[in-house]
């Protein structure tokens, strides 16, 4: 946090606030929605999806990234742009739909994705990061993705937020703060999250270690 700290010093007041920026949607917001790069936290409770706080619009240089945007450099205009592109994301999830399809997922293949798994596991014992990367769900071998009903339905659910001035840390590691699953209730406000899901699905609640629940929440 402290390196993070010290490239945006000026900013933190933009990150800390946990109130979503008002904001007229611009072409330019949508060009950067368009941008963004999501990653799978592995170290918070059960995991989840968040946007990738190494690299949120494809490089580590987000100034550098979101400048053809806004024309400028200046890390408190880069960081309310940020913010802003933030709270878009978090209200395209709940007032917009994604049909069903099958995607072509764009900078995105099974190789990157298990050469980064392992690297968020890093430290774990082998065996179980072996466990761990032997359920990694895998695109199709020419790089779609079958995005289907149910996962639709799990997404308009998804609590997805801006972490909030405790969890800004863990969530950005040593890189960017970036909106996140709700990591404890990802789906709501019950004991547990498969229990959720399956009411989000309309499906039995699901027995013990049941592997599709898991599945689904990993495929988000």
Do not use: C
């Not at 968040?50 to 990234?65: E, F, K, N």
């Not at 200046?74 to 878009?88: G, Q, Y």
């Not at 049909?99 to 994705?113: C, E, Q």
């Not at 990802?186 to 013990?208: E, H, N, R, Y």
């Amino acid at each position: 946090m402290a390196g993070l700290a010290g490239r945006w010093e000026l900013a933190r007041q933009v990150y800390t606030n946990t109130e979503a920026p008002a904001a007229t949607i611009t072409p330019q917001h949508i060009a950067a929605l368009r941008k963004l790069r999501f990653a799978w936290n592995t170290r918070i409770e059960s995991g989840g999806p968040l946007v990738d706080p190494q690299a949120p619009y494809g490089s580590v240089d987000m100034a550098s990234d979101l400048r053809p945007f806004i024309g400028t450099h200046d890390r408190l205009a880069i960081a309310r742009f940020h913010r802003e592109v933030a709270a878009v994301l978090i209200w395209a999830l709940d007032n917009r739909e994604i049909p069903p399809a099958v995607y072509r997922l764009a900078h995105l293949d099974n190789a990157t994705m298990e050469q980064r798994l392992r690297r968020e596991l890093a430290g774990v014992p082998r065996e179980r990061v072996e466990l761990i990367v032997a359920g990694l769900p895998r695109l199709e071998p020419d790089g779609h993705f079958r995005f289907t009903d149910q996962h639709r339905r799990l997404l308009r659910k998804l609590r997805f937020e801006w972490p909030d001035p405790q969890m800004i840390g863990f969530v950005a590691g040593n890189g960017y703060p970036v909106p996140a699953v709700h990591f404890k209730p990802p789906f709501g406000d019950m004991t547990s999250f498969d229990i959720d899901m399956a009411s989000i699905l309309g499906v039995p609640k699901p027995s013990a270690g049941d592997p599709l629940f898991r599945r689904l929440y990993w495929e988000m």
